[in-house]
């Protein structure tokens, strides 16, 4: 059973150049608005910038993580998630949250870093078409839906699901309110 804090609070990952502005401010301030406490993680120390300009501070750096003190891992999109496709300090920890059982939510091209962290298999998920291809070699990719929850894994197929996505995720850790 997780502590009311660890439950109320939520990791959002975002890469350190050109995360999707939209996912990340759409997520961020729908889960706030919520009364969750959405720490957000990247591998860099200084400022993280968007797809958009907008320059945001790592609260903790992802190597120093705990994932016992979060209910979700939420890797946001855009293009910058290329930069990721190796990075195996960032596969541990959603290797752990899921583990944990904890939520893991990605949005546009983030659902292949959960493919490349190895816990997609035998799963079904949705996410930007330029990825599309490379994902299908982790997991079952569906064409039919924006947001896709099987099990503990949440995706969205891009920004223009980014509410209902925070929406969905907001649900899944507070089911019943």
Not at 67 to 80: D, E, H, K, N, R
Not at 110 to 130: E, F, M, T
């Amino acid at each position: 059973m997780l502590s009311p804090l660890t439950k109320k609070s939520v990791l959002l990952f975002i890469a350190r150049s050109n995360f999707s502005d939209s996912e990340y401010i759409t997520v961020k301030n729908h889960l706030a608005g919520r009364g969750y406490n959405v720490f957000v993680t990247s591998d860099e120390v200084s400022l993280c910038v968007s797809d958009k300009g907008r320059r945001v501070k790592s609260d903790i750096r992802l190597a120093n993580i705990n994932p016992g003190s979060f209910s979700a891992i939420i890797l946001a999109g855009g293009s910058g998630i290329s930069d990721y496709r190796q990075n195996e300090v960032l596969f541990r920890k959603i290797r752990a949250f899921y583990e944990q059982g904890r939520l893991i939510a990605a949005i546009c091209a983030a659902p292949l870093l959960a493919g490349l962290a190895g816990v997609l298999s035998g799963r079904s998920a949705v996410c930007h078409n330029s990825v599309k291809v490379e994902l299908t070699k982790y997991c079952s990719v569906l064409n039919d839906t924006g947001v896709h929850r099987d099990g503990n894994i949440l995706t969205a197929a891009d920004y223009t699901f980014a509410q209902l996505f925070a929406q969905k995720i907001d649900t899944i850790l507070n089911p019943g309110k």
